[in-house]
């Protein structure tokens, strides 16, 4: 039940709504978690702000009492950044769901954060435009979300990740004031450069009511392929040598054996079950482009020793394919209950030198480790299938097992999180990653947004 | 899948949930798109996985078996069972959902309406009556068991009522099924309205009384009805169909209304679609007797759900209302139902309306265009 004193909860039922601020035990209780395995704490109470002005207004009452204000867009992250591990309001983006502009002549979007990357995408491409980011979870993430977590997805290579997209924010500071950053303008070096400091926050720095992303034209044609490897250190190598000569395609993603098998009982496309891993490829652009830059990849994969290569013959069947490489995370749980995934990113050249790494620290610690993920940005998904989460000493071996992959990620020159944040599940190796140094500079700015500490405490610059 | 009834697990003592059952959700969340409740209100607890987040802490104990949320939001869940089919991880959302309901709806909780509705299709001979009372088996062939015949047609205990041509329909259409007339309910009602066991055993005894292939027009009752006798021993009219038109492709002429070919959509019956993964046959008809339109909504609930309907109106209206719209929008002639919920939940918004569109039975349809065949002739 809410600790909430009465006061508090009286204040935030004028500022939203009565009927927008939840306190019962069984409310609370859906959002003690997102989709981290693992974290879980019961918030003490759950509000749907429906503006900025009501957004601000919740966020002086929790300053005034300190309490603290954990947003949340769908509850897709992976990295229990939407966790309210020190309890508090979790504070509920969803109805703040209206694309408010589409510009074709600016080639810009302007939306509310609680609208889905799929709604804003569908939208843009009704008007022929393309909203590039397209992390996995694109039907369920919201756009919001993606900003605060600087989501990446399966067009990465080619297009960049959320920030590349993000012109203007409207959020609000954890003392209520409404701040614009950014805007219309795809110039515009007044002032630091805050729009990127919010982009990746995590929901620690400010509450982000409003989007305006850049857009671009779509392209004329979108195709993909599939390559069959022995053994997922071949797909890397052949991803490799695709980038060595020049090819720069919107899709380059790899399933290992154990994530051919699950999403193949769960798709049924006939994907093939005797190969040690898949490399979906794909490409957009004019229709004579794509269709060289797929032969090329298709020969870059037969040199380096693919068993087969085929190319999706119609828009639908990409369609599935895209679709289902989407699915390979919760696909996985066919093989065990609990499915603990990291993004650890290595610069591209190592990836297959990162694939080894990953077999052999399975190996070491006895678990079983299924990898996945955006071969052409380096960005690695293995995932720990481990069958009940009540298996304690299971569970252990994974932790330690993740240590290993980041020390060895960090140690290839890359990185502890690629597009998922760090939330709470990563904080912990994030000091190894940044220094001291930054550290302390990451707690002085958290210091100049949120002096009182309310905003997703205990995540980032705490 | 097995044709018994082992093949379904059950809760352990004491527990509420099969634990295999509640363990497979990761809770990535990627049914929260399909899911209309959510789509309404925006609110986790109102999601596929809110609310096995909320099963989870009933069965652990973190919850209150008492808790008003879990009794609002296992009453405020359709049911329909869209979460299942873009589930990656295969979560069985429609099994767990029937278990929580046994909790919920335990005794006296149970509402009124649904203690009433479930009583009444309980009763074999009070069906017959209905039955003979609204001549839903009455035909010129004989209405008992044929010679030798290992098809059936089940007859549906309120559709027989409430809808007597749907079931002569579909014995014109397909000639030679059985319909003996003592036949009871298939217990899907019972089985979505908190009485699991009575569900199973009702089905188990239908499955008795008409021993081979039983054809049923209701999608809810052919998906409940696979679940507990096995996929095999059912067809729902659209797959029958599927194999009986091409055998006579000759058989169906077109559906004309005012000189012209008739605009008809479909809309899908979740159960048949989500449970059993029938969408493709009935379209296939449709298209081939009239010209069908394909709306973005046909997918998704119309807020019929069995008993929603009468147990939530208010709730039951706001999802049905924006695809009564969309359908209006559309320019249709008919709109096609599966399944008699489904129909009478079209059929009472329409006229609510005072809508040129009508509703009807996808068997009155094809009928309409059998007869249009035979008059050519």
Redesign the interface.
Known sequence: MTTLPGPVLDALRAAVGAEHVRT????L???????T?LFHRRPDAVV?PGSAAEVAAVLRIATEHRVPVVPRG???NLAAATVPTQGGIVL?M??M?RILEISPDELLARVEP?V?N?ALADAAAAQGLLFAPDPG?R??ATVGGNVATCAGGLRGLKYGVTRNYVLGLEAVLPTGEIIRTGGRLWKDVAGYDLTRLLTGSEGTLAVITEVTVALLPAPAESRTGVAYFPSLADAGRAVARVLRGGLVPATLEFLDRRCIAA?E???GLGLRLDAGALLLFGDDGPPETVADSLARIGEACAAEGALEVTCAREVAESEALLAARR?A???L??LG???ILEDATVPRPRIAEMVDRIDRIAEKHGVTIATFGHAGDGNLHPTCVVP??EDTEAVRAAERAFADVFAAALDLGGTITGEHGVGAAKLAYLPARLGEDQMALLRRIKAAFDPAGILNPGKLGS | MSGTTAARGSAGPGQIFEPDLL????????C??ACPTYALT????SSP??RI??MR?LQSG???PD????R??SSFCLGCRACEPV????VQYGRLLEQWRVHQWRGRRRPLLARALTLVAGQRWLLRLLGLVRGAARTRSPAGGLPGSTRYLMLGCYERGLFPRVSRAARRLVPGLSVPTDQGCCGALHAHNGDLATGEALARELGRRLPGVVVTTSGGCAAHLAGVLGRDRVRELSEELAVAVPRDPAGLGEVRVGGRRARVTLQDSCHLRNGLGVWREPRAILERIADYVELPSAATCCGAAGTYAMLRPRDSRRILDPKLDEIEAAGVDYVVAVNPGCLRQLRTGLRRRRSPVRAVHLAELVEMAARAASADR
């Open positions: 019962a035990a069984g409310d209780a859906a959002y003690a978690r997102d989709a395995p749907f769908a509850g897709s509920v969803t109805r769901n609680g889905t799929a979870s039907t369920v999403v009982e769960y798709a699915c995370l919760p696909a749980s066919r209950s609990l499915t009940s989460a | 363990s497979r959700c990761i809770s990535c969340g990627f929260l798109p925006g609110d986790e607890a996985r809110g987040t909320l802490a973190d919850l209150d808790d008003p949320t879990l609002e939001q589930c990656p991880a295969g």
